[in-house]
């Protein structure tokens, strides 16, 4: 018995003690990986584009890289502190010793690698077994906001968990320690758990920080043991804020193209936030017309003629607004995706021209199928070698939707539709916007406000004075104070947290309003992060344009 026994704590040692680690870079300019053995206690660079100098500094940091989804992916905001520091030759590929590291982290998946090259150009990336399976998020919405994702590899294999929480509501707040707790209570919902909560059935996960939001901060807990809670909660002073622990799934969309002759997709698929996004392409009947392709902006409208055009889709994808008239705009593939625009996909990997057939599988690191730079819900444009637009189709959305919309009748025309997933109430909404004024003679107008307020306009009058006067105040369900100084300084597109749910003109920008009915300046498309409580929690209430 000793003898099998050992032998099985062997096995187990070297399953443990024999990984291998990869940060794949493609930023920045600089593209290779960076491979790290646990076996070997080592580090080895394999990169090009870092520059010629002896040493650059590389730092491993707590929260994992959200890829395309900030102008500025590797500040400490976004990727938080370092825990540990080495120095490489970007032009060798001896490995380092990194036993330190070893002897202080043995789980480096969803740690992220920042290096800074010869240029001072500051890059990051994901590190990962590539055994990631599963993720889990809850989102908390109250005096202590964000989100926290709890991650784990196959077979539920090194647990950990992500915070990127700030303090709202407060000037100023102080970087604080808080503890997250887990519940397995099978509670219909927070309210309920709270009400009846026993603190003793409560498993105390660690303390994180929580910034605030000029200063956000991002914390990670590793587990010895998987465990599946309903619940977390934080301990807030003396009380409890709680959040219910939902499945993130993997996102697959695709567009689907049937236009002028050609047929095939374009599909996309992101397993999470903290992962690169695969684009498979699957084209027939080119006849070696096609050059470029690109996602647009907004969603192919059912017109009969002239769907693609820049009235109807608008122009490209571009949320950093890299500039494509510069020198430096690459052409064609070659560089790392951030000097692209994130929609020209055919820039980054590879063009249609002189292609009959098109069946291609690429990697993008800036091509968000989540967050406020989404691609979901817009569209492709395929174009013709000479630039021309030819064949159009909309991204779809990654399961059963909800759709919600709002119609104006007059002064001001149009819709603004709101589309989420179904028994999803993390997920993204995506709100498409096509307002103008109904009457050409109108004079054009800017920065109006817009949102949703609590209660659904008056049926009983139509004069427009009146109409608005029952809609009540913004709709507001997480109880954010507005009185507050903090609320000024705060709500804005970088923390829709500190918003009200309903201040859409804070959460993403105020809008113009113009008298071409259904051209382009017309139609905005936002993605929105924060909770809906559902999609019901808006339907039934109203948006109301301010003057
Ligand atoms: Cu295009």
Redesign the pocket.
Known sequence: KPASFSVLLLTLLYFISCATFLAPLNMGGVTGQVQFDSNNQTATLNVSGAGSCSAVNISLTVFPVMYGHFAEPCSEANIGVSVFTFTGDPSSASPINVSLLFGQISNLDDLSLSLETCDGIKICTVVSQGQTRLTRQARFTESVAGNIYIRANVNNANPRLLADLVTIGQVNAPEIGINIFGSTSTAANCTILLGSLDAASLTNLGSVKVGNPLSPQKSRLDFSSFRVYSYLLLRVGSSYNCAQVYNMLEKEVRAVMNMRGISGYFNFRQASPFDVTQLSVNLANLRELFG???V?NFPVPSVRSGQCSNDNVGG?CNPFAVDTTSETYPVGPGSTHDKYETGDLGGKHMSLSGRSTFQMTFTDFSLPLFGQNSIVGRSV?I?LVSGD?YACASIGYPGAVTVASATFQTPVVGKIIFTQLVNNPLSDVSIFMDLSYGDPTTITTQHHNWHVHEFPISSERDDDEGRCITTGGHWNPFKISTTDSSYALHCKPSCPLCCEAGDLANKYTTINLDTDIGGVKSKHFFTDVTSWLDISGITGRSVVIHE
């Open positions: 470029p392709y690109h647009h490209h444009v174009h637009r």
